[in-house]
Antibody, heavy 118, light 107 residues
Framework: EVQLLESGGGLVQPGGSLRLSCEASGFTFSTAVMNWVRQAPGEGLEWVSAISDSGGSTYYADSVKGRFTISRDNFKSTLYLQMNSLRAEDTAVYYC???????????WGKGTTVTVSS | DIQMTQSPSTLSASVGDRVTITCRASQSFSSWLAWYQQKPGKAPKVLIYKTSSLHSGVPSRFSGSGSGTEFTLTVSSLQPDDFATYYCQQYNSYPWTFGQGTTVEIK
């Protein structure tokens, strides 16, 4: 069974940092483009970042560019999101998602909650 | 960036109704558009990809169509399990963007 499991969320003060992880299983992780999508409380979905299968190409939403870094470890089948200079508006549930050729996010994790507050 | 605008924001309907949700793009693109369904407290699930392709396991009452700047999701006969929030997403170019969502409520 294809599964994605996010972890690393929590409460952090404004200006702080957090690293999210997404452990993948049930598919060949090293061949999949991976994404992060977030959802603020009561709000819609916002695409955050994507990374190519090799990790050689990365993409970011303007709202996080320069503050967040996406990376992956294909040996550990794990996706990461390093979040620095966190702001209150980064408070959200963060989902990782797997790309499947023509389908942008065919499998999603259950999400991990990040709260930025003093 | 391509902006996606969904309408309506909220839709009240009854079981058995035919329902249509529209997604308009700020610029024209090819068929790289997906539709997702999300229920409270759960991750979204993909229903439709590449404008009109039905994802595996999704009931055939869901269908997608459109081109250019206007795309639609249709539910031919609304079922109790379909009351949820629906999002369109363009994946033609980065940054990917979602519509703001359409909540389908019970009338």
């Amino acid at each position: 069974e294809v599964q994605l499991l996010e972890s690393g969320g929590g409460l952090v003060q404004p200006g702080g940092s957090l690293r999210l992880s997404c452990e993948a299983s049930g598919f060949t992780f090293s061949t999949a483009v991976m994404n992060w999508v977030r959802q603020a409380p009561g709000e819609g979905l916002e695409w955050v970042s994507a990374i190519s299968d090799s990790g050689g190409s990365t993409y970011y939403a303007d709202s996080v560019k320069g503050r967040f870094t996406i990376s992956r470890d294909n040996f550990k089948s794990t996706l990461y999101l390093q979040m620095n200079s966190l702001r209150a508006e980064d408070t959200a549930v963060y989902y990782c998602g797997k790309d499947a050729s023509m389908i942008p996010m065919d499998v999603w994790g259950k999400g991990t909650t990040v709260t930025v507050s003093s | 960036d391509i902006q996606m605008t969904q309408s309506p924001s909220t839709l009240s309907a009854s079981v058995g109704d035919r329902v249509t949700i529209t997604c308009r793009a700020s610029q024209s693109f090819s068929s790289w558009l997906a539709w997702y369904q999300q229920k409270p407290g759960k991750a979204p699930k993909v229903l439709i990809y590449k404008t009109s392709s039905l994802h595996s396991g999704v009931p055939s009452r869901f269908s997608g169509s459109g081109s250019g700047t206007e795309f639609t999701l249709t539910v031919s006969s609304l079922q109790p399990d379909d009351f949820a929030t629906y999002y369109c997403q363009q994946y033609n170019s980065y940054p990917w963007t979602f519509g703001q969502g359409t909540t389908v409520e019970i009338k």
